[in-house]
């Protein structure tokens, strides 16, 4: 079954840090860009970060630069989003969804709280 | 950053009616422009991509035009399954973004 599935979520405090996975399968995974999309409670969706099929080209989003990290590993078909020096409003659902321009495949995401 | 701008915020429309539902974008992005719908609790599912090229599966009765800063998605023939929130989003530049969505009720 083509599929991309989130996991890491959860609850941190303010300025800690989480890394997310999502995990492919059914598809050629190394032939795609991959792009990260976060959904706070109750808001809309905003882009986050994307990463080139070979990871040599990452791009994010001016309110993630410098803290979020978006790497891939090919070879266990995974994308992941390291998460550093986090604030009360990145809590969100966390998408990471295949595509450059367009997102024809979204995970189920994964969710987590930044509180103390 | 390309700001997008959907209108209305809210759209209730009679299940057979047509729906339009409009994108404005701060600037130029071309014709890269695609629409989401997402229904409650699910994942976003792509509708439309390059202004106006359904994907892969979606009904006839969806459509999308426009140009440069101004988009609309068309839906015909609303169904009771279109109630959803309905995204534009612009990636002709590194930094993409959405709009703020369009909520489609079903009257």
């Known amino acids: 079954e083509v599929q991309l599935v989130e996991s890491g979520g959860g609850l941190v405090q303010p300025g800690g840090s989480l890394r997310l996975s999502c995990t492919a399968s059914?598809?050629?995974?190394?032939?795609?860009?991959m792009t990260w999309v976060r959904q706070a409670p109750g808001k809309g969706l905003e882009w986050v970060a994307n990463i080139k099929e070979d990871g040599s080209e990452k791009h994010y989003v001016d309110s993630v630069k410098g803290r979020f990290t978006v790497s891939r590993d090919n070879a266990k078909n995974s994308l992941y989003l390291q998460m550093n020096s986090l604030r009360a409003e990145d809590t969100a659902v966390y998408y990471c969804a295949r595509g450059r321009g367009t997102f024809d495949l979204w995970g189920q995401g994964t969710m987590f709280t930044v509180s103390s | 950053e390309i700001v997008m701008t959907q209108s209305p915020a809210t759209l209730s429309v009679s299940p057979g009616e047509r729906a339009t539902l409009s994108c404005r974008a701060s600037q130029s992005v071309r014709s890269n422009l695609a629409w989401y719908q997402q229904k409650f609790g699910q994942a976003p599912r792509l509708l439309i991509y390059n202004t106006s090229t359904r994907a892969t599966g979606i009904p006839a009765r969806f459509s999308g035009s426009g140009s440069g800063t101004e988009f609309t998605l068309t839906i015909s023939s609303l169904q009771s399954e279109d109630c959803a929130v309905y995204y534009c989003?612009?990636?002709?530049?590194?930094?993409?973004?959405f709009g703020q969505g369009t909520k489609l009720e079903i009257k």
């Open positions: 059914g598809f050629t995974f190394s032939i795609y860009w």
């Open positions: 989003h612009q990636y002709d530049n590194w930094c993409h973004s």
